[in-house]
DNA sequence: CCTAATACAATGCAAACGCATTGCATCCTT
DNA sequence: AAGGATGCAATGCGTTTGCATTGTATTAGG
């Protein structure tokens, strides 16, 4: 009965409006008035789409998070069938290999994170490294390791988990500019060569 | 001429206000007057310390990141002369050793974080390790290394700014509570025990 | 065509904000 | 004792905030 319009990209504006100026001046920045004039619609727009500035923020965050997975997911399946070294590689690189709209995404989650600890209900989109993942990552590093002929130590779990917490150190590192994106690549790569250990008649002195 | 009072004592009462409000409900539920109120005094003594909400943040931030860096190497310092490993392991452990003050202040640094990159004056603050640390770090490592029998292969630094980048990262994820302190400590040490590498004589496989 | 539901737009409002100003009490200096 | 600098308390101001309310245009169903 009412007028027909698209919701999914009103709202896909206004949280991209939302981005922008946390971006830009920090979540402090984002007011009511201040989101519609960027996505250039009236605040009544606004308000009849999210009940309160709350909600808004709260699906912002939610869809910088799912885009950011999106393209790390999406990189990932591009690699196909490949030995699990390859597999490895690719999923901890997808982390840091941050075009310019994810160095957006993770800046605007790392704003958000600030608040987010005083607000229990918007957490655990934020939270780390599932089990599932971590028990793939581990089966993908044994595997790797058998494949160079490296020696297993076990623990391999732990292994995955360290290396998680490797590759997103790294990507906020240079989403907030404090690494260049080169530089955590090669100690990305360092990370991972020491990890998988010496191929099999590779000298180690 | 005028009344004396201990200048120093005064802010940092001002500026222990402002961690407990920021870490409770955000660097948004900080406001002057409620800085005020929390220090249980007048609005007016907290515009004569400080000009601007802005130096006040930023002095309790510089105040969180100075307490934490001295807690660190206190508890480095009290390790005094030992072998590089047990020095190494002090020095990656005191970043994750945080006792209730120190995920005070990490929470703290975390929610300033996120302003911070729309503000550069004062991004320095929060920057990483310097050079300094990592070249002392990767000494570390090569002492323990051939203490260990261990080979060398290079990339000692290297080794050093990833080791730094665990433990900050563990350090963030205790503070916010995505890990428990144990969880995060025998993540450290199987990291440093991998980093070390087999003892001589011990077997690998 | 009529009606009701929807999608806004416009405006209003109380609260809260940072900061400026003012006034007074205190204490050292002379 | 006088005087001036300082430490602060109190109050006021103009702006901005989130949100509520109200009004209006649009369109599907009867």
Not at 1 to 9: A, C, G, L, S, Y
Request: proline share 4%.
């Amino acid at each position: 009965m009412p007028k027909v319009v698209d919701h999914e990209q009103r709202r896909a504006r206004l949280v991209e409006a939302v981005w922008a100026l946390a971006i830009q001046s920090g979540l402090e920045g984002v007011t009511l008035r201040r989101v519609a004039a960027e996505a250039g619609v009236s605040m009544g727009q606004v308000q009849h789409y999210y009940p309160s500035m709350r909600e808004l923020v709260r699906d912002a965050l939610d869809r910088a998070v799912r885009a950011l997975n999106a393209k790390i997911e999406a990189s990932i399946g591009a690699v196909g069938a490949a030995s699990p070294e390859v597999v490895l590689r690719e999923c901890l690189h997808a982390v840091i290999a941050l075009d310019d709209e994810s160095v957006r995404l993770t800046r605007f989650a790392l704003a958000v994170l600030g608040r987010t600890m005083s607000d229990p209900a918007m957490t655990p989109v934020l939270a780390p490294g599932d089990d599932e993942l971590l028990a793939f990552t581990a089966g993908l590093i044994t595997a790797a390791r058998s494949e160079r002929g490296s020696p297993l130590r076990g623990g391999e779990r732990m292994d995955a988990d360290i290396s998680w917490s490797v590759a997103t150190s790294l990507g906020v590192d240079i989403a907030i500019g404090h690494r260049s994106a080169e530089a955590a690549r090669s100690l990305l790569d360092h990370h991972i060569e020491r990890l998988l250990g010496p191929r099999r008649g590779e000298e180690t002195g």
